[in-house]
């Protein structure tokens, strides 16, 4: 295994680890929001908010885009809106069922799935 990924998934992880990164996720998941609206909503001031912001923009968790003087973030790993979903539901002590399981649509996935397919049609014919 490779042991640069496996660092670079640990510090994804850890940086999900803290709450109030963890809750900025979880609010862009509904959608695109201003840093000011951010740190307004968590009642941070902006200098604590933007240092936050800027672990989870480093590590690709997500994407910012300038607008004139404001900022907006949005969540760039997408799957991860699922994945803590699962988490909550487990939690919470609901079964987990199979619509429920991770419907991760990152780039890696899709990878997986047509290498499958290359191995498949590569095998002989029965």
Known sequence: ?????????AAIFKALGHP????IVETLEKGEMCACEIAELFHFDRTTISKHLAILRDLHIIEDRKDGLHIYYSLKMRCLASMLQC???VIQGHPVYEEH???CFCAARKEREDENTDIGNRLPKM
């Open 1 to 9: 295994m490779d042991a640069s990924l496996q660092q670079e998934k």
């Open 20 to 23: 109030v990164r963890l809750s």
């Open 87 to 89: 988490v909550e539901r």
């Open 101 to 103: 399981h991770l419907q």
